[in-house]
Structures are given as structure tokens and as C-alpha cells.
């Protein structure tokens, strides 16, 4: 499977919580394949969608999925480590292990030679770390979220992007509705 048969897979189970999206290609999959006002949509500042995640699940009570790749986690290390000794039990990191940067071109990262991210994080003190292979995402995501502890889900998958059209939204807008069903 690849990225966006994945999200496809599991957008029932995102359809009721928070989620904050990587950015380019997988938000644009999102949008595309399930458009939520609970989906926030990372047009910019790759590497911090696994941040954003957690400040927002550190400020209120709701679950919060942050949808991250391979590429964007290995471009800032250091948010294994803050979530590691900080993630509260409603905060859970997918991370999609396509072993490439899908948004830049498939261009291969470590992940895909010896960097093990799952290692990585329960190096970095995260306590519940789980890898699983694609087909198998929708039961660990839920079971995640069923289990109400702070989880990195590593998902191994094949490389490749759907084509998929820009997101027409203007980021206010997707800001905005987010905040609202943030507050809801």
C-alpha cells in the first residue's frame, strides 16, 4: 500500500478526532480522500506537525493524531525526546514510513537503509511504540486511541503519491475551522 490507501483506510477512524496532517502530499491526500474540520492541514514548516500535535494535546483533552512521514520526523529529531518525556495519554504520532520524501519527489530517506524510527523513539523515552505494516494500520490506530496512552504507531508502507489536487482552502480558513472544532 502506499500513503494514500492508507489514509483512505483509516478516515472512518480519523472522522472523530483531532488530526494534524503533514505537510504537501499526505495533507493534500487527506483533503482529497476525507475533508474534516477536525483535519488541520500543514501547508508549511515541514518537521513540526509531530510539535504541533502535541502542544495542541498538552492544551485540551480531545485525542490528537498527528499524521507525520518519515522524511518530516528525521528533520527534526529532537520532537521524539520532548514527546518521549512529555506526551499525555490523548496525544498519538503515525508515523507513515514510506522510507522517501514523498512531497519532494520519493527521494529516499534512511529509513528505507539502517535508521529504525521506532528504535529512535523508544531511545528518545516514548513508552508505547508500535510498528506495524500497512494492511494492518486501521486496527493498531484504533486500538491506539482505544488504549488511552500517548503512542508512536510506525507504519511501514510502500513509496508512491496520489495524484491528488492542490487544497484550494486559504489557510485562515483551514486555521479557523480547526479552532472551532477544536473548541466544539
Do not use: W
Not at 508549511?44 to 490528537?64: D, E, F, H, N, R
Not at 506526551?87 to 519532494?104: E, F, K, Q, R, V
Not at 520519493?106 to 513508552?127: I, S
Request: aromatic share 4%; charged share 20%; glycine share 10%.
Amino acid at each position: 500500500m502506499i500513503r494514500s490507501e492508507i489514509l483512505k483506510d483509516i478516515a472512518p477512524i480519523l472522522r472523530d478526532q483531532l488530526v494534524v496532517c503533514n505537510i504537501g502530499i499526505p495533507s493534500q491526500e487527506l483533503h482529497a480522500i476525507d475533508d474534516q474540520p477536525t483535519n488541520f492541514y500543514m501547508l508549511g514548516t515541514m518537521g513540526l506537525c509531530s510539535s504541533i500535535g502535541l502542544g495542541l494535546a498538552l492544551a485540551q483533552p480531545k485525542t490528537v493524531i498527528s499524521i507525520d512521514g518519515d522524511g518530516s520526523v528525521l528533520t527534526n529529531l529532537g520532537t521524539l525526546p520532548t514527546i518521549g518525556n512529555n506526551a499525555p495519554s490523548n496525544y498519538i504520532l503515525m508515523i507513515i514510513d514510506n522510507g522517501s520524501y514523498g512531497s519532494t519527489g520519493d527521494q529516499p530517506t534512511y529509513t528505507g537503509k539502517k535508521t529504525d524510527l521506532a528504535g529512535m523513539a523508544r531511545a528518545a523515552g516514548c513508552d508505547t511504540v508500535i510498528e506495524v505494516q500497512d494492511v494492518d494500520t486501521g486496527p493498531a490506530l484504533q486500538a491506539a486511541i482505544d488504549s488511552k496512552k500517548a503512542t508512536v504507531l510506525v507504519v511501514k508502507c510502500d513509496s508512491g503519491n496520489a495524484k491528488m489536487p492542490v487544497i484550494t482552502l486559504d489557510p485562515v480558513v483551514i486555521k479557523h475551522r480547526f479552532m472551532e472544532a477544536v473548541k466544539a
